[in-house]
């Protein structure tokens, strides 16, 4: 998922935490959810094409790395990452990009980037050791900007854990999450919460229960309730009271290969949990819909589509990317492309907008309005879709 909708979207060993204070005593879990209860299991398709509506042209970052992260400012303004730890940004809608400098470690990537506003935000750094299993060397640091990405300060770092994501809340604080490293016999993960305050100014660490294991997301709500998922696709909620409930309840009835990664609540409050998987069982994506003030989810099975970035326009209407997987049993092979596709019934059924054979997967999704897309993808590449009248 990306910033259009919401500014998403989300331990006994000593760890060392520069700069960190005394964690906060907000562990304990204090309600369980009801028994969630599945209405269907859809088996949703591409039913019709739009791709002769959609004309498309490609323009290219310089490079050619993978293209993701891509994080919307404004209807100018976008960051996006590539692979070789480069960090691109965007004044003209897409047009052009330049390449933004920063002076982060040897070996270190860039995992995520955030902006409050077009001036302030943060991107987060990571740096694996040689040895996996050398979990003390595992770093992380976290850098600021002030204006516009012109220049950045190193404001934190993390020993021995890595930050996945960074999200700004409504009241301009910041929250960083991932996972911290334990050097047990079988190399523990546990979660990792910083928050850096406006009133305080500085970051500090938030603990969080024990059976959150390594965070991948953090979703803030419109009532400014934390939804955070874990990498087992757990989610735990916190609300502004300090209070963590064991959220959505969704893990007992979900395929046990769906992982879900992003959530969407819309200004209905309808929520949609999503996640895919690409085992050996097969290729597909799940959709969970749940509408507000019912305890009903319908489930959406989106057969050989991988979604990798995901916008919900309305309670019913979805616009998102991916790969399309097609399989040739005759010649064991399977074969990928891009996809951009469309939904006005809440996943029911989709549309396809537009597919390229010359990338395997679009990973990020820029709707600019009904009649203009833009999607990045493999080998540096940018699409710019324009609907014809």
């Known amino acids: 998922m990306n910033k259009q909708i919401v500014n998403f979207i989300i331990v006994v060993a000593v760890m060392s935490l520069n700069n960190c204070n005394t964690p906060n005593s907000i562990t304990k879990i204090t309600a369980e959810v009801s028994k969630t209860v599945v209405k269907n299991n859809h088996v949703t398709k591409i039913i019709s094409s739009e791709e002769n509506l959609w004309k498309s042209s490609i ?5 050619d790395e993978i293209l993701e992260n891509l994080t919307i400012i404004n209807d100018k303004t976008a960051y996006l990452i590539g692979e070789n730890e480069n960090l691109y940004k965007t004044k003209d809608a897409g047009k052009t990009w330049e390449l933004i400098k920063i002076n982060i470690p040897n070996g270190g990537f860039i995992s995520n980037i955030s902006f409050y506003d077009l001036s302030y935000g943060y991107v987060s750094v990571v740096k694996n ?8 060397n595992f770093q992380s640091w976290i850098y600021a900007t002030k204006n516009e990405g012109q220049t950045w300060v190193k404001e934190f770092e993390v020993k021995g854990g890595e930050i996945n994501k960074i999200v700004f809340d409504r009241d301009t604080n910041v929250w960083a ?15 990792l919460i910083l928050l850096k305050s406006f ?26 309730t934390k939804k955070f998922i874990d990498t087992e696709g757990r989610i735990f909620e916190l609300n502004n009271l300090s209070k963590w409930n064991s959220a959505i309840g969704i893990d007992d009835v979900k395929p046990q290969q769906i992982r879900i990664t992003d959530i969407e609540i819309t200004k209905d409050k309808t929520t949609y949990l999503i996640g895919s998987t690409g085992g050996r069982e097969g290729i597909w994506t799940s959709f969970f819909k749940k509408e507000h003030l019912t305890k009903q989810w319908k489930q959406f099975t989106f057969e050989n589509v991988i979604l990798r970035d995901t916008v919900v326009l309305s309670s019913n209407e979805i616009i998102a990317c991916g790969s399309l997987s097609n399989s040739d049993d005759s010649k064991q092979t399977v074969t990928k492309k891009g996809v951009v596709v469309h939904s006005i019934d809440g996943g029911l059924s989709w549309t396809l907008l537009f597919a390229s054979d010359s990338v395997g997967s679009f990973n990020g999704l820029w709707f600019v309005n009904e009649k203009k897309i833009l999607v990045i993808g493999e080998k540096g590449k940018i699409f710019h879709l324009k609907k014809s009248l």
């Open 199 to 224: 009133k305080s100014g500085m970051w500090e660490e938030q603990e969080a229960p024990k059976r959150l294991v390594s965070l991948e997301n953090l979703y803030i709500d419109y009532d400014s």
């Open 129 to 136: 050791p040689e040895n996996v299993l050398d979990v003390n």
């Open 59 to 63: 323009s290219n970052i310089g490079t």
């Open 177 to 191: 999450i991932g996972r911290k490293l334990l050097k047990t016999e079988n190399s523990v993960n546990q979660s």
